[in-house]
């Protein structure tokens, strides 16, 4: 059993800083990739920032070069390092955890979201 919880959302004014956090828990065997997702109102859910298990990493281009992810495999860690945020970051952050069956097929776990508001 796989778990996710995400924290460190919060009210910021544009061009502030926050820092979230996922912590893991749970068994897995193989991890392929965690990552970051945001969700809006009336929005779709996009991916932001995720980090394989090779250790690349790959951001959507809204927030390039303001986001950064990490992760530290010792303590079953993601972050996610957020600067110069605008109002548009405004959202609902998820993380995400994509795993590898040992039959070969992958599958993704969830975190419940923390809010992320960004103010003019």
């Known amino acids: 059993q796989v778990q996710l919880v995400e924290s460190g959302g919060g009210l910021v004014q544009a061009g502030g800083s926050l820092r979230l956090s996922c912590a893991a828990s749970g068994t897995i065997f193989n991890i392929v990739s965690m990552g970051w997702y945001r969700q809006a109102p009336g929005k779709q859910r996009e991916l932001v920032a995720i980090i394989a298990s090779g250790g690349r990493t790959n951001y959507v281009d809204s927030i390039r070069g303001r986001f950064t992810i990490s992760r530290d495999n010792a303590k079953n860690m993601v972050y996610l390092q957020m600067n110069s945020l605008k109002p548009e970051d405004t959202a609902v952050y998820y993380c995400?955890?994509?795993?590898?069956?040992?039959?070969?097929?992958?599958?993704?776990?969830w975190g419940q979201g923390t809010q992320v508001t960004v103010s003019s």
């Open positions: 995400n955890l994509r795993g590898r069956r040992v039959g070969g097929g992958e599958f993704d776990y």
